[in-house]
């Protein structure tokens, strides 16, 4: 519900302040006239019109009244107005974003190391502690065979619905022939 049910309109080419007392107890502040805000045609509070400022201000045409409220010029400020600040808000929402620390996952998850056993038949099967972040690009490897990363390659199947990650080792041998 605005202020008051008197528009008025600032007709000056600088931002106009009145005040209904010398305390500025109730005040308006008017943009420059032709403002691309809409700050120039604001509501008007009933103290500040009886005030001797405002009244002067009319006459001597540094303000204007506007008919009504349904005035198209009021309903187009007053939209800009709007506009101009959901911009506002949006800048400042986009502000306090830029400053949010997002958190980054440090989870770690233990799983057991693909590489060789001993006899170079199954895989070796230490625990191994992995980023989760990483467990679909590195494959799980304990420090005694963290040297073989690069011959393993993921393969990802989709059991249940669910997108896994298992680390297969490769090898170069001779290609058969038919």
Same mark, same amino acid.
Do not use: N
């Given at each position: 519900m605005p202020v008051g049910s008197i528009v008025a309109r600032n007709k000056m080419?600088?931002?106009?302040?009145?005040?209904?007392?010398?305390?500025g107890t109730h005040s308006v502040e008017w943009a420059a006239s032709g403002d691309p805000s809409g700050e120039d045609i604001q509501y008007i509070p009933e103290?500040?019109?009886?005030?001797?400022?405002?009244k002067r201000a009319l006459a001597r045409g540094v303000v204007e009244l506007l008919e009504d409220e349904s005035d198209p010029d009021v309903v187009d400020a007053l939209a800009k107005q709007v506009e101009a600040f959901k911009r506002r808000q949006a800048g400042a929402q986009e502000d306090v974003q830029a400053t949010i620390e997002r958190p980054t996952s440090r989870?770690?998850?233990?799983?057991?190391? !693909?590489?060789p056993d001993n006899r170079?038949?199954? #895989?070796?099967?230490?625990? @191994?502690a992995i980023s989760e972040k990483l467990l679909k690009d590195v494959p799980p490897l304990c420090p005694r065979h963290k040297g073989l990363a690069n011959q393993y390659v993921p393969e !990802?199947?989709?059991?249940?619905?669910?997108?896994? #990650?298992?680390?297969?080792? @490769?090898s170069l041998g001779s290609r058969e022939r038919d």
């Open positions: 080419d600088s931002i106009t302040v009145l005040a209904s007392d010398i305390k103290p500040v019109m009886e005030s001797v400022a405002f989870d770690h998850v233990s799983t057991w190391c !693909v590489g170079g038949t199954g #895989t070796c099967g230490e625990a @191994v !990802v199947d989709t059991k249940g619905g669910e997108a896994q #990650t298992k680390w297969i080792r @490769v």
